[in-house]
């Protein structure tokens, strides 16, 4: 799977319609960014976005904490190259 993905990449890749997609962009609730007037996700951050989401499911933490902590890693993951 690509690391740069479009909203229909990574609606196959959570097993989601491509329109929850939208609606959890629109929400700010899945980190991802517009270029170019399209958005796009990193399949780095969605596998964190789901680890973080799968542990305070786990753990019992309310919802504030996990929309606190997916606005946070919306605005935070840039489009940068990771040096590998």
Known sequence: MKEI???????EYLSVHV??????VKHGEIPGR???????????????WLS????????????????????ALSRTEGFQLDEE
């Open 34 to 48: 517009k270029v170019g007037g399209s958005w796009r996700f990193k399949r780095h951050a969605l596998d964190k």
């Open 5 to 11: 993905m479009t909203p229909r990449d990574a609606a």
């Open 19 to 24: 329109r929850t997609i939208y609606r959890l």
């Open 52 to 71: 973080i989401r799968e542990d305070l499911s786990s753990n019992g933490k309310g919802q504030e904490m996990e929309s606190r902590i997916d606005k």
